[in-house]
């Protein structure tokens, strides 16, 4: 079933036995000790490693690439990847894609939603074997992403914020919100901190 039983994981479209193969924060590798940014993952199925990965908030993409074909432990250490921006200093990216399965449609400004596909687990870039190297940061700052993917935190964006206003009975038409909030200084601010407090 998994690491900690887990056979779902927000960043995998399938259920199967997903296991956290290197946490967050300092090891050693090599004799090296450094710090790893991100958290690697991987989804199995019997003895195979596929996976379909899926942006874990709604965002807008900021950077794709899709050109590492392999293994490169010297360049593109970061293999195929996506970041995604989701508001309010949230950011993830995804490294080691497989070459090729970034879809056309996944382009620097376009507007994702969780669950979109945004390409396969893969082996390109300083990789040792088909992993997600999943990386999540706030204000610039990497910070752990584990209780992400296991799915006991989510990234609340605007939108996410505004349906806990409504199923609390603070507005009625998240709509309108989404469209008007952004234009006001502070606004977003203050709905996600009272979404905060009424979750
Ligand atoms: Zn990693």
Avoid at 160 to 176: E, K, R
């Amino acid at each position: 079933m998994g690491q900690y039983g887990l056979s779902r994981s927000p960043v995998f479209k399938e259920s199967g036995d997903i296991y956290e193969t290197s946490p967050f924060g300092m090891r050693t590798l090599g004799g090296k000790t450094c710090k790893h940014y991100g958290v690697d993952v991987v989804r199995y199925v019997g003895y195979n490693t596929t996976a379909t990965i899926v942006a874990i908030a709604d965002g807008k993409v900021t950077a794709v690439k899709n050109t590492v074909t392999g293994v490169d432990h010297r360049r593109n250490l970061e293999g195929n990847f996506v970041t995604i921006d989701h508001g309010g200093g949230m950011v993830t990216k995804y490294f080691h894609l497989k070459h090729g399965s970034i879809p056309a449609s996944i382009r620097v400004g376009t507007t994702v939603h969780k669950g979109d596909t945004i390409g396969y687990m893969g082996n390109t870039g300083d990789s040792y074997g088909a992993h997600l190297h999943f990386q999540l940061e706030q204000n610039g700052q990497a910070i752990d992403g584990a209780p992400y993917l296991r799915g006991q935190k989510t990234i609340s964006t605007l939108e996410s914020d505004l349906t806990v206003l409504q199923q609390c009975g603070v507005i009625n038409s998240p709509a309108y919100w989404l469209q008007t909030a952004p234009k006001v200084q502070y606004l977003p601010e203050l709905i996600h901190n009272m979404a905060v407090k009424l979750q």
